[in-house]
């Protein structure tokens, strides 16, 4: 099977990597950054890079576009007449509806968009920070539609346990966004709130492992999060308002001196964390 | 010297570990639960442990009490007259300026009390998760006061740092108190109202990274977090209220669907994040 993975940053140089070992029958890659493609292909991580889609992607059984959103998008429109006849074109964005929207409906008849969405984002960025093992034990999202034929969705399946993935999980892509929201989105935003609250204070001194964890994604890529927030704006403000009042209530039992309720609070809390993490993952 | 700990729970028990190794002359405790004595003497953890104070203090140079903030306050005022004359009595109650104003009024003129806070908490509480380096290369801050006599400071400063802290800094204890309800305090609400936000979906299928990292200190333990928080009340508050604030600019943006105001604030916000943790701990 020949494969074209687009862009090689975080993502896509670690796809490379971690299927290269697998040896496909082609494995090659296309990137805008013509240095990038020199040191990919110095290191052995892909057989060719390409600066534009017209070449690889005539032969490719399966292309994984690894872009910001908005790029993904407009790499498959401008390039719709260069895939392979029957090919399997999938993503990697992390939010999934509006995607959909834009690709499904200029598609052509023949080919199959399986969306998808790797849970092993990081706050650093580009190639250097790619690695054959990023996605060992992770979990990878699809996201089926009615127009996804099952053997595209099996092949992406299978393409993302070869890179390592340990469980892949088939969400609606509704039901994505919605939970993406509050699980990835609504932390990054509050990371990002925390950080710019810290007037006055110099939380370096005494900045403990509470602090650190809570705002280790403020290291934010802030031109893909600005696609991720606004793209999926209406689940997003949902989840803020929701998270808002949940603080409210808290700051109320706390203003109130209410020892009571803020130990509710906190309790009930403490049995709902432990209860999420043992939560065992499975298909919806 | 005579060390006496009272509270053999997760940073008690740390501690004791931790200077045994060190070989005082004797290595005393003080723990109201005798399952834990017994445990505590048959490791070989202390010398010998007492339910109540009268005997060991009366033969103890220093005494690190590692007691909930109420629970110390208690201590120290009930066994005021145990204590050997010129003793220095230290804490490691994680909000300070409450704790030293019950203390210093009632204490007798020969004693000292050492108001400290190890950076060094967990999620997990007593002896059975404490270790002889759990303390390995952690920041410890003393909070000193006029009341404070040099010698008694230097002398808490070496004991911490023979357990294993690294960096001691010596902070205003209202200084403390705000910077730590921005760091330690703040983290900890948001976490709970990020956990209590989540309702309608099902976090634990989707929960990457940020998700994770964000609610770990949601395994809250309520009843010392309920002391922590109302003691602090009035700098928690007014850290929440700023931190709403600056949540409320990112709502905004998002509402908006304003994609420059929006990049701008995440932009600086990895810029502060960055220069945060890259910032060296130096003493106040």
Same mark, same amino acid.
């Given at each position: 099977?020949s494969i074209?993975?687009?862009?090689l940053? %975080?993502i896509?140089?670690?796809f490379?990597?971690?299927?290269r070992?697998?040896?496909?029958?082609?494995?090659w890659?296309?990137? =805008?950054?013509?240095?990038?493609?020199i040191?990919?292909?110095k290191?052995?991580?892909i +057989?060719k890079?390409? &600066?534009?889609?017209? =070449?690889?992607?005539?032969?490719?059984? #399966?292309?994984?576009?690894? %872009?910001?959103?908005?790029?993904?998008?407009?790499?498959?429109? +401008?390039?719709?007449?260069?895939?392979?006849?029957? !090919?399997?074109?999938?993503?990697? =964005?992390g939010i999934?509806s509006? %995607?959909?929207?834009?690709?499904?409906?200029?598609l052509?008849?023949?080919?199959d968009?399986?969306?998808?969405h790797?849970?092993? $984002?990081?706050?650093?960025?580009?190639?250097?920070?790619?690695?054959?093992?990023?996605?060992?034990?992770?979990?990878? #999202?699809i996201?089926?539609?009615? &127009?996804?034929?099952?053997?595209?969705?099996?092949?992406?399946?299978?393409?993302?346990?070869?890179? $390592?993935?340990?469980?892949?999980l088939?969400?609606?892509?509704?039901r994505?966004d919605?939970?993406i929201?509050?699980?990835?989105?609504l932390?990054?935003?509050?990371?990002?709130?925390?950080?710019?609250?810290?007037?006055?204070?110099?939380?370096?001194?005494?900045?403990?492992?509470?602090y650190? +964890?809570?705002? &280790?994604?403020?290291?934010?890529?802030s031109?893909?999060?600005?696609?991720?927030?606004?793209?999926?704006?209406?689940?997003?403000?949902?989840?803020?308002?929701?998270?808002?009042?949940?603080l409210?209530?808290?700051?109320?039992?706390?203003?109130?001196?209410?020892?009571? !309720?803020?130990? !509710?609070i906190l309790?009930?809390? &403490?049995?709902?964390?432990?209860?999420?993490?043992?939560?065992p993952?499975?298909?919806?």
């Amino acid at each position: 099977m020949s494969i074209t993975i687009v862009g090689l940053g %975080l993502i896509g140089g670690s796809f490379a990597m971690a299927l290269r070992e697998r040896d496909p029958k082609n494995l090659w890659a296309v990137e =805008v950054d013509e240095h990038t493609i020199i040191t990919a292909q110095k290191r052995g991580i892909i +057989d060719k890079g390409y &600066r534009e889609g017209a =070449v690889p992607l005539r032969h490719s059984d #399966i292309v994984i576009i690894c %872009l910001y959103p908005d790029a993904a998008a407009s790499f498959i429109k +401008d390039n719709m007449e260069y895939f392979k006849k029957g !090919a399997v074109i999938t993503d990697t =964005v992390g939010i999934k509806s509006g %995607l959909i929207k834009r690709i499904n409906p200029i598609l052509r008849s023949d080919l199959d968009f399986v969306a998808g969405h790797p849970l092993a $984002g990081r706050e650093y960025k580009g190639l250097e920070f790619a690695s054959a093992d990023a996605f060992a034990g992770a979990t990878y #999202i699809i996201t089926p539609t009615e &127009r996804n034929d099952e053997r595209a969705l099996d092949l992406v399946e299978n393409v993302v346990r070869e890179a $390592g993935f340990k469980t892949v999980l088939r969400i609606s892509p509704e039901r994505h966004d919605e939970t993406i929201a509050l699980t990835s989105q609504l932390p990054h935003v509050i990371a990002a709130a925390l950080i710019n609250s810290g007037g006055g204070c110099e939380p370096g001194l005494l900045a403990a492992g509470s602090y650190k +964890d809570s705002t &280790r994604v403020a290291r934010i890529n802030s031109k893909l999060w600005v696609e991720l927030l606004l793209g999926n704006r209406e689940n997003v403000l949902a989840r803020i308002e929701s998270f808002e009042g949940c603080l409210a209530e808290i700051k109320k039992a706390i203003a109130g001196n209410e020892a009571q !309720a803020l130990g !509710a609070i906190l309790e009930e809390v &403490r049995i709902k964390r432990e209860g999420i993490m043992q939560m065992p993952e499975k298909s919806l």
